[in-house]
């Protein structure tokens, strides 16, 4: 297999000129519009160029027509907040951050019908090249990379990841941090990331003063600022502060009123992330999970061996955090019901290839079901997978829905998700930048 994965890196990608009708699905377009059924999906180089009913859309002349009568095309899952690099051999790494391991992972999130991850933050400055290499000329096989860099810490404090010193920002003074912010433009992020959390009371946590720093140099520079938070209370400030967007869910208390208006006065986005809490328990507890094909596709034979084994289970029962975790699920499914029935704008990240238990392309299924067991419906979980993390992002003008004018990432699946948000999971085809390929694991 990574001998493949190589092959496929090294090997320039042909351009496509070849003109597409895809006939006869019906298309979830990931806006508030209702599906398209019976549509015809035109595609011609990289784009979308046509879309409509096939009684009013006619086939052009000299397309291919792809017949996909009964199945249903929703577009590619943009994850905002996920991570490449942290993780080699089933174990998080100082070491792991190498252009092979990016690229292999890029290429996995790509197989499970994740077209664009944003990695938020713990990198190295490897990744602008990656990612300028993609845009220069669309070269390199896997999901479309977008990037915060390293992110903004605070020193001996969140982010606990086990990661070399020139993957994180670790600033002493509001002075420092608005160094680092400028040393972070020069590299034309696509956000900018900040950590306010004591992870259980167990570190310093960033004071207001570096991260108020921090929000408005970015927004001097035309930056967005993406906060990984836990606490109501931070949540709060941050708001107050001007933050853009919330990278995880609010977790110790249900958010109230008062948040919710200025989320909604500003348009603060909310990445619910509920897959980061479960998977710190849910592999032990519920081990039928470990029979699933797609998993085990996902996370391969070291961190399934893991998974399997007796000792983690006994870790994972025996740790004093995980009733703690347990109840910040809870609440992070219940805040998330309230805030999407607000009318917050709600976003999807699964923050993915931070640990071995957060497993790129089968967490971001998951977390659609997740989300939807919350109280969301399939189409608003779709929503903010699609349209809502390209919001975040900042590539909703190119990506995340299915639009004239927008480029060709886009699922065939074999049964439609809006009866059954699992039916994400049935990937027949993933069509990234135009160009059709085979999923990891191909429905049957």
Not at 56 to 63: C, D, F, H, M
Not at 365 to 377: F, Y
Request: aromatic content about 6%; some cysteine; charged content about 25%.
């Amino acid at each position: 297999m990574k001998t493949l994965a190589l092959a496929l890196f090294l090997t320039p990608l042909a351009v496509h000129a070849e003109l597409i009708a895809l006939k006869g699905a019906r298309v979830i377009e990931g806006t508030a519009k209702p599906p398209i059924d019976n549509a015809v999906l035109i595609v011609k180089d990289e784009f979308i160029t046509g879309l409509g009913p096939a009684k009013t859309l006619k086939v052009p002349e000299g397309a291919r027509v792809i017949d996909v009568k009964g199945r249903t095309i929703m577009p590619g899952i943009v994850n905002a907040h996920g991570h490449v690099g942290l993780v080699a051999h089933g174990k998080n790494s100082a070491d792991a951050y190498t252009r092979e391991n990016v690229l292999s992972q890029l290429l996995q999130y790509e197989k499970f019908g994740v077209t664009a991850v944003c990695s938020l933050g713990l990198n190295r400055d490897l990744v602008y090249e990656i990612r300028d290499e993609q845009r220069a000329g669309n070269t390199i096989p896997g999901a479309t990379l977008l990037t915060a860099g390293r992110g903004i810490g605070v020193p001996d404090a969140a982010p606990p990841v086990p990661v070399a010193p020139d993957q994180v920002y670790r600033p002493k003074t509001p002075e420092e941090a608005v160094e680092m912010v400028k040393e972070t433009m020069t590299h034309h992020p696509d956000l900018i990331k900040i950590w306010v959390d004591d992870v259980y009371e167990k570190f310093p946590k960033m004071t207001p003063d570096i991260y108020k720093a921090v929000i408005e140099e970015a927004h001097a520079e035309g930056a967005r600022v993406a906060a990984h938070v836990f606490y109501l209370a931070d949540a709060k400030a941050l708001a107050a502060a001007g933050v853009d967007a919330f990278a995880h869910s609010i977790r110790d208390k249900p958010v109230d009123g008062d948040l919710i208006k200025v989320m909604i006065r500003e348009s603060i986005d909310y990445i619910p992330t509920l897959t980061v809490d479960e998977s710190a328990f849910i592999f032990a507890e519920d081990p039928s999970l470990l029979k699933d094909p797609m998993l085990a596709a996902a996370a391969g034979p070291e961190t399934m061996q893991m998974l399997k084994s007796p000792e983690y289970k006994r870790k994972v029962e025996s740790d004093p955090n995980t009733p703690k975790i347990k109840a910040a699920f809870a609440m992070a499914k219940k805040n998330l019901k309230t805030l999407s029935d607000a009318g917050v704008r709600i976003a999807f990240g699964t923050d993915s290839g931070a640990q071995p238990v957060r497993i790129p392309g089968w967490a971001e299924h998951r977390e659609l079901w997740l989300m939807v067991k919350a109280g969301l419906t399939p189409l608003q979980a779709i929503k903010a997978a699609t349209n809502g993390a390209a919001n975040v992002a900042g590539v909703s003008r190119e990506r995340g829905t299915i639009e004239v004018g927008k480029r060709a990432d886009f699922l065939v699946l074999a049964a439609d998700p809006t009866k059954d948000i699992r039916n994400t999971r049935k990937i027949l085809q993933v069509w990234h930048d135009g160009r059709e390929m085979a999923p990891a694991v191909a429905a049957k």
